[in-house]
């Protein structure tokens, strides 16, 4: 089956650690996107990636980084730079990042220790 | 800039009651319009969508209409089932096709 894969499904992070959460898809999608769901407020945008080896910042970039070295792979890190790291964090694809249906991951929740 | 906003939740219905979820934009340009569903513990699906004025998007008995005189795009279904308790999201593209998102809304089915 075809899809979007997040791990893990929960990760706690210690004060001044790096973490870094997985995405892969096998829908052969071309644009990738991570976004960060906090209680009671709608998906706000951190990274996206359109195509390999290019990627741009969304609205809360500061404090993480990504990486797309792989057209299936779009990891991202939250750094020791991101100071209420504490949120569900969602994965998505679509077919070319023009305005078509996004696919998403199940996500993972990131806590602080 | 680009905005949704919806209904606050929780919304509590019993089985079989008729759903409106109110959804209203500001946006520049002629946006396309998204109601996504997120069931507890997992991601987002998208319900539906609509292109452009007076559009109706329909799925899974849910509906919703494109309305540019009144900036709207509400949610609605006649007859509830306990399986459609989840959180509703509204979104809509900007100019350079990201989402932008409402902030979701709690839907409770009670049998």
């Known amino acids: 089956d075809g899809g979007i894969t997040q791990s893990p499904k929960y990760l706690f992070r210690k004060e001044g650690q790096n973490v870094t959460l997985s995405c892969e898809q096998n829908?052969?999608?071309?644009?990738m996107y991570w976004y960060r769901q906090d209680p009671g407020q709608g998906l706000r945008l951190i990274y996206y990636?359109?195509?390999?080896?290019?990627?741009q910042k969304g609205d809360i970039a500061e404090g993480y980084s990504v990486s797309r070295e792989k057209k299936e792979s779009f990891p991202l890190t939250v750094t020791s730079a991101q100071k209420n790291p504490t949120a569900f964090y969602l994965c998505?694809?679509?077919?070319?990042?023009?305005?078509?249906?996004?696919?998403f991951g199940s996500g993972t929740q990131l806590s602080v220790l | 800039g680009d905005s949704v906003t919806q209904m606050e939740g929780p919304v509590t219905l019993s089985e079989e009651a008729c759903l409106t979820i109110?959804?209203?934009?500001?946006?520049?340009?002629?946006?396309?319009l998204f109601w996504y569903v997120q069931y507890p513990g997992e991601g987002l699906q998208l319900l539906l969508k609509?292109?452009?004025a007076d559009d109706k998007g329909s799925n899974k008995g849910f509906e919703a209409t494109y309305r540019k005189e009144t900036t709207s795009f509400h949610l609605e279904k006649g007859s509830v089932q306990v399986s459609d308790s989840a959180v509703y999201f509204c979104?809509?593209?900007?100019?350079?096709?990201?989402?932008?998102w409402g902030a979701g809304t709690k839907l409770i089915i009670k049998p």
């Open positions: 998505a694809s679509s077919i070319s990042g023009q305005n078509e249906k996004l696919f």
């Open positions: 829908l052969n999608h071309d644009a």
């Open positions: 990636s359109q195509i390999v080896n290019d990627f």
């Open positions: 109110n959804c209203t934009y500001t946006a520049t340009g002629y946006p396309s």
């Open positions: 609509a292109t452009k």
């Open positions: 979104a809509l593209t900007d100019s350079n096709y990201q989402l932008i």
